[in-house]
């Protein structure tokens, strides 16, 4: 079991960047592949980027290859989602999720674990 914590969501304005963290406690986070998804209101959640257990490995789906970078900090057990040359549309509620498999399809639905989401808004 794994408990999951972002943070990082503000208010910020277009064209700016973001950097969103996914934080454990838990000794087992070092076990899971570690993905993150975004979902706005009244829409689907979508599938960002993965990142798998050892950090050497990462997955993008192609709809969102060059806008954002995920990667891993093993000694603070935290992984990070860079979002760069933000857009309005961008603005949603993202999570991040913990699986044991890494993900290598862009319609992935998640593992097991889920965090409680942090709130990104971009103004125009």
């Known amino acids: 079991q794994v408990q999951l914590v972002e943070s990082g969501g503000r208010l910020v304005q277009a064209g700016g960047s973001l950097r969103l963290s996914c934080s454990s406690s838990?000794?087992?986070?070092?076990?899971?592949?570690i993905s993150w998804f975004r979902q706005a209101p009244g829409k689907e959640r979508t599938f960002i980027a993965a990142?798998?257990?050892?950090?050497?490995?990462?997955y993008y789906p192609d709809s969102m290859k060059g806008r954002f970078t995920i990667s891993r900090d093993s000694a603070k057990n935290t992984v990070f989602l860079q979002i760069a040359n933000l857009r309005p549309k961008a603005s949603a509620d993202y999570y991040c999720?913990?699986?044991?498999?890494?993900?290598?399809?862009?319609?992935?639905?998640?593992?097991?674990?889920w965090g409680q989401g942090t709130q990104v808004t971009v103004s125009s």
């Open positions: 990142i798998d257990a050892s950090g050497e490995s990462t």
């Open positions: 838990g000794r087992s986070f070092i076990r899971y592949a």
């Open positions: 999720n913990a699986d044991t498999q890494f993900p290598r399809a862009s319609d992935y639905l998640g593992g097991h674990y």
